[in-house]
Structure formats: structure tokens, C-alpha cells
């Protein structure tokens, strides 16, 4: 079963960038839909970014649109996560998951979570 470990987080001010990584261990996720996900503290835990297995469908919510740049290196097993100009309102954990199914934004739709990686923007 493929194991998911996030890395990247941090501490940094708004308008600031960081870039995640979320590494695939015992098994590929090559042609697989990967995601991006973030929970703040007592929300639930909302879609941020997907992409199809071949990278042709990449989907965005619309508060990080033109802010955050999804992509895969399957080489390497791992995707990422690139977040530009961010915001205060942009902190939480965030997670990667593999897709369940071609489709969906919902946390349901995918799988085999990692533990996240806390991102925190102050103003």
C-alpha cells in the first residue's frame, strides 16, 4: 500500500512562498489522481488542488487559483505543491491524498492521507 509523507511547511509572512512535497513510499502512484487537501483548526478538510495521472487535468479551488501551482515528477514519486503570494487565511495542515476515483473534490474521493504539514502565514 503506497504510504504518503508531506514535507515543506513552515513559518512565513504574507506574500511569501513555500513549496510542498509529498513523497510516495511502497508502492507508485504513476497514472494516478493525486491531490492536495488543508484543514484549519475545527474546519473540515477542503480541497485545494488536484491532478490526473497523466498531468493532462488539474484542477484548482478557487481561493488559490492563480496562486498555487500543482505537478507531479512520477521519476520520483512525489508532487508538489507550489504556493505563491500567500495569505493569512491559508493557514492550516495540509495533506496529499491518492485519488479513489477519477473525479471528485470531496476528502472522500481520496486516500492513503499522510500525516500533513502545518503551514502558517502571519500578516
Known amino acids: 500500500q503506497v504510504q504518503l509523507v508531506e514535507s515543506g511547511g513552515g513559518l512565513v509572512q504574507a506574500g511569501g512562498s513555500l513549496r510542498l512535497s509529498c513523497a510516495a513510499s511502497?508502492?507508485?502512484?504513476?497514472?494516478?489522481?493525486l491531490g492536495w487537501f488543508r484543514q484549519a483548526p475545527g474546519k473540515e478538510r477542503q480541497f485545494v488542488a488536484a491532478?490526473?495521472?497523466?498531468?493532462?487535468?488539474?484542477s484548482y479551488t478557487n481561493s488559490v487559483k492563480d496562486r498555487f501551482t500543482i505537478f507531479r515528477d512520477d521519476a520520483r514519486n512525489t508532487v508538489y505543491l507550489q504556493m505563491n503570494s500567500l495569505k493569512p487565511e491559508d493557514t492550516a495542515l495540509y495533506y496529499c491524498?491518492?485519488?479513489?476515483?477519477?473525479?471528485?473534490?470531496?476528502?472522500?474521493?481520496?486516500?492513503?492521507w499522510g500525516r500533513g504539514t502545518q503551514v502558517t502565514v502571519s500578516s
Open positions: 491524498g491518492v485519488g479513489l476515483r477519477p473525479s471528485g473534490f470531496s476528502f472522500t474521493d481520496f486516500g492513503s
Open positions: 511502497g508502492g507508485t502512484f504513476s497514472n494516478v489522481r
Open positions: 491532478i490526473s495521472g497523466n498531468s493532462d487535468v488539474i
